[in-house]
């Protein structure tokens, strides 16, 4: 058994969707949450502006002392995990195997859809993944840059105008393909799970990365032993780097309890 919390990061609040899911698997467990929110998105940076951010949010959470740090962000997933992995001494864990192995069970005409971020895209990590998995499966990406900006000003809502446009003119080619499965390949898009689902239709799986992932890592913590041994329920500890205001808002609305009063601000080029 191990008491210590799990880290969890992201470049927004996109990564609660991995809380969300750490918190219904594992409710006695300690999470400790960051938020690069002064420095969202990181989809379209460089990989050494990526590299070089995930290196200092792991090193905040590190003041900490943690058992796991989950890279609770498509982005840094699919370009900085195995960095990660091999400076520091405990497991770091992603959502890109997860969300690959789950879309490869899911689909039945072997026609996945893969949304993400340009820099995920650009990887082409869950693309390897998911043939790994499930070769010869036809593995159709596209880009969606504008996602997470609007999800981080609060567009996800279905009934958005504006979200649904944009959400129409991303997903138009892989519905017109034929995809009966559809990979939410950064942690922001579930938020938009609903206008995602609206759009495509039932007959086409949704394949969550953030709770993909939160799912591994459940299993990892007991495989190890490493799960909590307290009988209360665990916190949740959010830190941002920009305003707590506009996080706790919005958190608050899809975590479903208040955590104003458990968000910090830091600042993150210290680290």
Excluded at 25 to 32: G, R, T
Excluded at 43 to 67: C, H, M, N, P
Excluded at 178 to 203: A, K
């Amino acid at each position: 058994m191990d008491n210590r919390p799990i880290g969890v990061f992201d470049s927004g609040l996109g990564g609660l969707t991995a809380v969300r899911e750490l918190c219904r698997l594992l409710p006695e467990e300690d999470i400790v949450y960051f938020g690069d929110t002064g420095r969202v998105p990181y989809g379209s940076r460089s990989r050494e502006t990526i590299v070089k951010y995930a290196r200092q949010d792991v090193a905040f959470l590190r003041t900490f002392d943690l058992k796991a740090i989950v890279i609770a962000c498509g982005t840094v997933s699919t370009t900085a995990l195995d960095t990660l992995a091999a400076e520091n001494p405990i497991p770091v864990l992603g959502v890109v195997v997860p969300a690959a192995k789950a879309a490869a069970e899911a689909t039945h005409n072997g026609t996945i859809g893969l949304i993400g971020t340009q820099a995920s895209i650009r990887s082409g990590a869950y693309e390897r993944c998911i043939q790994t998995q499930r070769p010869g499966t036809v593995v159709l990406a596209q880009p969606c840059p504008l996602f997470v900006p609007l999800v981080e000003n609060g567009r996800f809502h279905r009934g958005d105008v504006v979200i649904e446009t944009v959400a129409a003119e991303y997903l138009q080619p892989l519905k017109q393909a034929g995809v009966d499965t559809l990979v939410l390949g950064c942690t922001h898009y579930p938020l938009l799970e609903e206008v995602i689902s609206d759009y495509m239709g039932p007959e086409v799986t949704l394949i969550n990365a953030g709770a993909a992932g939160a799912r591994a890592v459940a299993d990892r913590l007991r495989e190890t032993d490493a799960l909590a041994s307290r009988k209360e329920g665990g916190s949740c500890r959010c830190f941002v780097s920009d305003r707590q205001e506009d996080f706790a808002r919005i958190a608050s609305t899809f975590l479903g309890w208040d955590v104003s009063g458990a968000v910090g601000q830091i600042d993150i080029s210290r680290y």
